[in-house]
């Protein structure tokens, strides 16, 4: 599901877009292409250092919308591409996958995984 393009495009510096919706409304949160690891098993882990109503959100409704991209990576037709993932997502306190990004940031409150349901090129 994780596609060479989408691992072309973390080696670039860049916005993501994650999306989540709670009670009453969506929200979207911001994090930096850098900062996401792609575990071996296709999970999406990310560093969480506030995201408390993207946390609440998942707590409501664990599924999340995210988009990412570069304009340094050939697309469809020119340079430049992004990616839209479908998924479920966990907030993880402990455990392996937040020591090792804990290695990492060590801002990090928290980990959020999302497991893709399905990983998208959209450009």
């Known amino acids: 599901m994780i596609t060479e393009k989408f691992l072309e495009v973390l080696q670039h510096e860049g916005v993501v877009a ?3 919706q709670g009670e009453k409304d969506i929200h979207m949160s911001n994090t930096w292409n850098s900062y ?4 071996p098993d296709g999970r999406i882990l990310l560093p969480v250092g506030g995201m408390k109503t993207t946390e609440a959100n998942i ?4 599924k999340v919308l995210m988009t990412l991209g ?3 990576v050939q697309g469809f037709r020119s340079k430049g591409t992004g990616f839209l993932v479908r998924g479920v997502a966990t907030f993880l306190f402990e455990g392996d996958d937040f020591e090792m990004l804990k290695k990492d940031y060590s801002w990090a409150r ?3 995984e999302i497991r893709p349901e399905s990983v998208t090129q959209t450009l």
Request: hydrophobic letters at 45%.
């Open 36 to 39: 996401m690891r792609v575990t």
């Open 18 to 20: 994650i999306a989540t």
């Open 70 to 72: 570069s304009r340094e």
């Open 110 to 112: 928290a980990v959020l």
């Open 59 to 62: 707590n409501f409704n664990n």
